[in-house]
Nanobody, 124 residues
Framework: EVQLVESGGGLQQAGGSLSLSCVAS????????IGWFRQAPGKGREGVSC??????YYVDAVKGRFTISSDNAKNTVYLQMDSLKPEDTATYYC???????????????????WGKGILVTVSS
């Protein structure tokens, strides 16, 4: 059984930092890209960052502010979020996508497994 369990998050002021963790069980990092999506109130779920074959990817909105990393021995992916903005407020979901041709861990339709989500709130 695959499980993605998020932790971290919470409330932070604009300009501050938060860190998220995702512990993945039932998947191997060699076969999956692991990353983060987010969904703000009233909006769709969007990709934020993912890591596959040890290479990180970021959407433009978070480049230079967020850093994704992984600890393969712990089957854990981290998202360090710095210089937070109110528009970063959302529920953040850990996501796993099987690697393969034409598949990408930031494409919603390519995601095979989702975590339950964790709330990040950034106050202005």
């Amino acid at each position: 059984e695959v499980q993605l369990v998020e932790s971290g998050g919470g409330l932070q002021q604009a300009g501050g930092s938060l860190s998220l963790s995702c512990v993945a069980s039932g998947v191997t990092f060699d076969d999956y890209g692991i990353g983060w999506f987010r969904q703000a109130p009233g909006k769709g779920r969007e990709g934020v960052s993912c890591i596959t074959d040890d290479y990180p990817y970021y959407v433009d909105a978070v480049k230079g502010r967020f850093t994704i990393s992984s600890d393969n021995a712990k089957n854990t992916v981290y998202l360090q979020m710095d210089s937070l903005k109110p528009e970063d407020t959302a529920t953040y979901y850990c996501a796993a996508a099987i690697t393969g041709p034409s598949r990408f861990c930031l494409h919603h339709d390519d995601i095979n497994y989702w975590g339950k989500g964790i709330l990040v709130t950034v106050s202005s």
